[in-house]
């Protein structure tokens, strides 16, 4: 049980959005009068746009029909994660190589899965969800986690 009261010490609490936290791929909003826009993702990221940045992917004004708008991303705050090493603290040995190469082609390969690891890149819950349930399948139910975890804004396609 201490165990679990560490972890939850190690969340940090939700970091003011800056423009650096953004992907400079995703598509910011800049229409304060759709009726969405305070629940919007997209409009949250086009209030903080980079110094010196003066173009970049927008959702045009005819993305919007009525209420409705076809991009409309709602404001989400994950918990992701990061690191495997307390994941595969007791895998037996025999398990270690087939848990490591699933876990490498979900994600996409070494680099990825390093990255993944080093904490350069978070894992979502959907990504956590589905290496849990990989090392369920091989048979570890014990209390299974990452080694470490996040509070972050969610920019993933959707």
């Known amino acids: 049980m201490a165990e679990k009261t560490t972890r939850n010490k190690e969340m ?5 959005l800056t423009a650096d936290q953004i992907p400079p791929s995703f598509a910011r909003c800049f229409q304060s009068d759709c009726p969405r826009a305070d ?3 997209r409009f949250l990221a086009g ?6 940045k003066t173009k ?4 045009y004004p005819t993305a919007r029909t009525g209420g409705d708008c076809k ?14 090493g307390a994941l ?4 037996k040995q025999k398990d270690n190589t087939p ?3 699933a876990i490498k082609k979900h994600l996409g390969g070494n680099t990825t899965y390093y ?25 570890y139910t014990d209390e299974l986690h990452f080694d470490g975890y996040r509070d972050v804004y969610d920019f993933t396609s959707a």
């Open 12 to 16: 940090t609490s939700i970091p003011a």
């Open 39 to 41: 629940s919007c993702m």
């Open 47 to 52: 209030q903080h746009i980079p110094a010196g």
């Open 56 to 59: 970049g992917e927008a959702i």
């Open 71 to 84: 991009h409309y991303k709602q404001t989400r705050v994950i918990r992701a994660a990061y690191g495997f």
């Open 88 to 91: 595969f603290a007791e895998v």
């Open 99 to 101: 848990l490591r190469s």
């Open 115 to 139: 990255r993944y690891h080093h904490g350069e890149k978070l894992l979502t819950p959907e990504q956590q969800e589905w290496i849990i349930r990989l090392f369920r399948r091989h048979g």
